[in-house]
């Protein structure tokens, strides 16, 4: 349900947009997140904005990354600027939300996490 695009090679000081759709029948989307995973490392949350706006960094993109979400189009982004090699991994995001089987099943409180495919992004010179 979450179809994530925009990865690529840019070099460093570069930018990049991530795009992260979600599908289906979905009636509320509450927090929605990038994170990001190199080979032999766990994955790392980047940032997260939930349904009130409240926005999430790690310490190693403030100032770097933006977040943000389109609530008409169900879609999250991610805006990538002065990349540095370090920004190397496949980032993946996520959404906790409730589609329509979930809410005939459990009810309107419900809501369950769900993960885009990935989309690489590596930068170098």
């Known amino acids: 349900q979450l179809q994530a695009s925009g990865g690529g090679v840019v070099r460093p000081g570069g930018s990049l947009r991530l795009s992260c759709a979600a599908s289906?029948?979905?009636?509320?989307?509450?927090?929605m997140s990038w994170h990001r995973q190199v080979p032999g490392k766990e994955r790392e949350l980047v940032a997260s904005?939930?349904?009130?706006?409240?926005?999430k960094y790690a310490d190693s993109v403030k100032g770097r990354f933006t977040i943000s979400r389109d609530n008409a189009k169900n879609t999250l982004y991610l805006q990538m600027n002065r990349l540095i090699p370090e920004d190397t991994a496949v980032y993946y995001c996520?959404?906790?939300?409730?589609?329509?089987?979930?809410?005939?099943?459990?009810?309107?409180?419900?809501?369950?996490?769900?993960w885009g495919q990935g989309t690489q992004v590596t930068v170098s010179s």
């Open positions: 904005v939930n349904s009130r706006n409240t926005y």
């Open positions: 289906g029948h979905i009636l509320r989307i509450n927090a």
């Open positions: 996520n959404a906790d939300l409730l589609n329509n089987a979930d809410f005939v099943s459990f009810g309107p409180e419900y809501s369950r996490s769900y």
